[in-house]
């Protein structure tokens, strides 16, 4: 007989680090974005956490190009709500000697909001330079790109 009481047990007994639930969007219209003042683009979702104490995991992906233009850079930010809680800088569309780039963008990001409200969790995407980035772009020979985004709510 194991009765030995361990950390395993006592999560398995009361649920700590399972996943609550799972909320998922997409999206696949076309964005281009010549600006560097913050378009929200691509997939949005919104979750309410059971307990302040839970955790959320954002899953954010987007297909994008960048237009060849030589020192063109990429700018992500992820917000809940209106609050930035993480920035991705000079990604990997980086236009360089006028080459046309393309990327497939994804965030994996743990948040504690310490809330029991509805969250929006959205991203805002910034060009600079003068290139134009696209999201989704349906000029290739695939079609239309998706964009999704996961939210869990890890239970602590």
Avoid: W
């Amino acid at each position: 007989a194991d009765d030995a009481v361990t950390a395993a047990k006592i999560s398995d007994a009361v649920g700590l680090g399972k996943i609550g639930q799972v909320v998922s969007a997409t999206v696949s219209s076309d964005t281009e974005i010549t600006t560097n003042s913050g378009t929200v683009a691509g997939a949005t979702a919104s979750i309410t956490p059971t307990a302040t104490s839970s955790k959320v995991i954002v899953l954010f992906h987007c297909p994008m190009l960048m237009d060849a233009n030589s020192n063109a850079y990429a700018e992500v930010r992820l917000f809940r709500g209106s609050t930035q809680i993480m920035i991705a800088s000079d990604i990997t569309c980086y236009s360089y000697n006028n080459v046309t780039m393309t990327d497939f963008f994804s965030i994996n990001f743990l948040d504690s909001p310490s809330s029991t409200s509805s969250l929006t969790y959205q991203c805002k995407f910034y060009e600079h330079g003068s290139s134009t980035l696209k999201l989704m772009d349906t000029s290739g020979s695939g079609g239309v790109g998706t964009s999704s985004m996961t939210l869990m709510e890890v239970l602590a």
